[in-house]
């Protein structure tokens, strides 16, 4: 053992005597110094309100709606829309996102287009920024959607701004 964790130990209970105790212990305090270091991570579920709007004024346009976004610490993204438009439905949108400043993070997802009779006919790409805030409980951001045929003919885009709370317990849908 070394000399300096000997001194460490001396005088203390017989527990903290053993290397692998104080490794433990040092290993939860640089943990706890790191989280505070570090500003809010996107990591987690957040329930999030869409609302359409011009690419270049970024006025609303439009109905906004709702989606349910997860994003995992090794940098996948998942996102679910809830839409009452019976006439076109999204699959589960899949992709990736990573951190581009110190609490803003550029995601990048596709997903799925089907029609009211459940056929796939198409994709959507979804590029866009978000912010979390400081308290690390909302984020904010914007992003613009191009739409694809599936033999990959562009049918237009759209934008958006998004606002997100995290989850932090049962969905409130």
Same mark, same amino acid.
């Given at each position: ?36 270091? =570090? ?7 957040? =329930? ?20 349910? &976004? ?19 439905? %999204? ?11 110190? %609490? ?22 979804? &590029? %866009? ?45």
């Amino acid at each position: 053992m070394d000399k300096r964790l000997q001194k460490l130990t001396t005088g203390r209970p017989h527990a903290l005597r053993r290397p692998g105790v104080i490794a433990a212990l040092a290993l939860a305090a640089c943990a706890a110094t790191t989280a505070q270091a =570090n500003p809010p991570m996107l990591v987690g579920v957040w =329930n999030t309100t869409v609302q359409p709007s011009d690419c270049e004024s970024w006025e609303a346009v439009g109905d906004e709606f709702r989606t349910l &976004n997860a994003y995992f610490a090794d940098g996948i993204a998942q996102e679910i829309q809830f839409s009452d438009d019976p006439n076109m439905s %999204r699959s589960l949108g899949v992709g990736t996102w990573k951190k581009v400043g110190k %609490r803003t993070f550029a995601i990048h997802s596709e997903n799925g287009l089907k029609d009211s009779s459940g056929n796939n006919f198409g994709y959507i790409v979804l &590029n %866009r920024t978000v912010t979390v805030a400081k308290d690390g409980l909302t984020l904010e951001g914007k992003g613009q959607g191009s739409f694809y045929l599936n033999d990959g003919q562009l049918l237009g885009s759209s934008c958006g701004m998004a606002t997100s709370e995290r989850q932090t317990g049962p969905a409130a849908f």
